[in-house]
């Protein structure tokens, strides 16, 4: 493996240009890291750092090798964020526009800022002993996403695609279900394997994850619920009924007073007879099924859940006296409007929650009298 230049190098790591700004992040890059053994494996297997973007954007990417920036056309790149390391962002919008910049972590929000009275943004990340994706958006004022930017933080003497993360399985085998801080500056990617009740935090990240997707399931589900055809039953005259299934001649049996004589009728012991009532069938279309019942269920129970967490980061609020972070409790906010909206709509306000299968509907043998 050929050597690379050593010494300590200020540069231009990323450059993003979109429709509507521009984004610098600059740090410096110790090169004597990657003459180092534990990076030479990661260097002659061609690995490369993971770098995302949501918008279409044209991205500069610091290249190790040629030692400049080199647009991104899905070639690899060695690793330029490291942990303990500073790094300056600078975002200046194309046009008269406010922005804001956003991270879960709070100091970091609070750390890149305005300067002076201009729309441009400036502030240092330090990602101190802390490891994995870190993502990032720029907002305009309404809070609408205007770019958003997953970087990946290696460490400075761990090999992180292997070393680290046996070291992360070593971990997890002997201790499972820790309430992780989520408001730190990384955080690692996982599989949502859950062993028993989760915490509060966990919840919060798998609902983070997940909840679009669910949301967009369920205007699915509204927009095209599951049905079933369902006999119901009508009190009616005798002249009215028709063919009779096991439902209308067992209700006949048990009223057989309601029979009478008359000219044409059913022949029944040598006598014309004709019942005064009974009951007519009727085929109809129902959304109040099982499946419909389990969606508004799990509406039921989110809610809940949110409300609960919601209750209990205000309980820690209140015994230690601390400030939780307003962008975490909009969120829920968000959500258990969200929540509450769905469920106040005709369509699931008219349907009981979930139930025991073997209900009085199974005495009638799956049918109900309306």
């Not at 044409?264 to 099982?290: A, S």
């Amino acid at each position: 493996m050929a050597s690379y230049p050593s010494g300590l190098k200020n540069e231009q790591l990323i450059t993003i240009q979109t429709d509507d700004l521009y984004l610098v992040i600059s740090g410096d890059l110790d090169m004597n890291r990657y003459n180092q053994e534990s990076y030479k494996s990661f260097i002659e297997n061609n690995h490369s750092m993971y770098f995302s973007t949501s918008q279409h954007a044209t991205v500069e990417i610091f290249d190790v090798k040629s030692q400049q920036l080199v647009e991104r056309t899905g070639q690899t790149f060695l690793p330029i964020f490291f942990e303990n390391g500073r790094y300056e962002v600078q975002v200046m919008p194309r046009e008269d526009l406010k922005i804001q910049f956003y991270h879960e972590y709070e100091s970091f929000r609070k750390s890149v800022r305005p300067i002076l009275k201009t729309n441009i943004l400036s502030g240092t990340l330090h990602f101190q002993n802390e490891v994995g994706f870190s993502n990032f958006e720029i907002r305009d004022e309404l809070g609408n996403t205007l770019l958003s930017v997953v970087i990946e933080v290696y460490p400075t003497k761990l090999d992180y695609k292997e070393d680290y993360q046996a070291l992360l399985n070593e971990v997890s085998d002997e201790v499972y279900n820790l309430a992780y801080d989520f408001l730190k500056r990384t955080y690692l990617t996982g599989t949502a394997e859950v062993y028993k009740e989760p915490t509060g935090v966990e919840f919060y990240r798998l609902l983070e994850k997940h909840y679009e997707d669910y949301m967009k399931a369920v205007n699915f589900v509204e927009q095209k619920p599951h049905r079933r055809l369902e006999t119901t039953y009508e009190e009616v005259r005798g002249d009215r009924l028709r063919k009779q299934d096991s439902v209308g001649r067992a209700y006949l049996r048990k009223n057989a007073s309601l029979f009478v004589e008359v000219e044409k009728g059913i022949h029944l012991n040598g006598k014309q007879m004709m019942p005064q009532k009974g009951l007519l069938i009727k085929k109809v279309h129902t959304y109040d099924t099982h499946e419909n019942r389990y969606v508004k269920m799990t509406l039921e129970r989110l809610s809940h859940r949110i409300e609960s967490l919601y209750q209990s980061i205000q309980k820690v609020k209140d015994k230690f006296n601390s400030k939780p972070d307003q962008e975490v409790i909009d969120i829920l906010n968000r959500m258990k409007d969200a929540l509450s909206k769905k469920l106040k709509k005709p369509f699931w306000k008219k349907y009981w929650p979930i139930r025991s299968f073997c209900h009085e509907c199974c005495v009638a043998h799956g049918s109900r009298i309306s």
